[in-house]
């Protein structure tokens, strides 16, 4: 699952990322957000105190993130998530699964035009930004691709993160009331702009995921 290997240094650590796969023939793993919920239980004496406040799955390929947040924020090494990983691993033996767990630094949270509604789809965008084109990239992200999409009806929360370990650098993500809000024409607008056209050619390792929204995970175990 990995794209790079993970940073060796500590890094500012506000959510941790556990990314799970699964071979196809194998159907998907049973009761995720119960069994994901049930992880914290196992995690030793000492390691980040933790809350699953998301989950979503996504069919093709088969995948399910599960966003765990820390109390507050935190510097964390890589080792530090490894408890959670090895909780999860535990928690889906015997399916196959193979489980990755990142850090997340949250660097962009908007609440969305349609925010306190129910919402089926989650929406990652994911891409590692051409040498040199960071700084451009998230100024873009952060004053207007962010804000605008956040702002569409049907999106009710929108966030970025930069991801310490496994996968691209930067996480976009949006909560969706229905996938139909992708191909809105507020949102077409929003990806239509000049700046846009400047920044998103600068995007490498660029994956695109549509996942289901998993029933929220019981708060404060």
């Given at each position: ?24 023939a ?26 699953l ?22 510097s ?28 997340l630094?949250?660097?962009?949270e ?60 930067s ?14 024409p ?36």
């Amino acid at each position: 699952m990995s794209r790079h290997a993970p940073n060796a240094a500590t890094a500012p650590t506000d959510f941790l990322l556990a990314q799970l796969a699964w071979p196809a023939a194998a159907g998907g793993p049973r009761d995720v957000m119960a069994r994901a919920g049930a992880a914290i239980s196992r995690l030793p004496p000492g390691a980040p105190a933790l809350r699953l406040v998301r989950g979503a799955r996504a069919v093709q390929p088969p995948a399910v993130y599960l966003y765990y947040a820390l109390d507050q924020r935190a510097s964390l090494a890589p080792q530090d998530a490894r408890p959670l990983e090895q909780a999860l691993a535990a928690a889906f033996a015997g399916e196959a699964v193979q489980v990755a767990v990142s850090r997340l630094e949250k660097v962009f949270e908007r609440a969305g035009h349609s925010s306190g509604q129910a919402c089926a789809a989650h929406y990652v965008v994911e891409m590692d930004p051409q040498e040199g084109w960071m700084p451009e990239i998230s100024a873009w992200y952060d004053q207007e691709h962010m804000p605008g999409l956040a702002a569409v009806p049907g999106c009710a929360h929108a966030q970025r993160m930069l991801n310490h370990d496994h996968g691209p650098l930067s996480l976009a993500c949006y909560d969706l009331v229905t996938e139909a809000a992708l191909n809105s024409p507020p949102w077409l607008a929003v990806r239509a702009t000049a700046w846009s056209d400047i920044a998103r050619p600068h995007f490498t390792n660029t994956k695109r995921t549509m996942f289901q929204r998993l029933p929220d995970a019981p708060r404060d175990r």
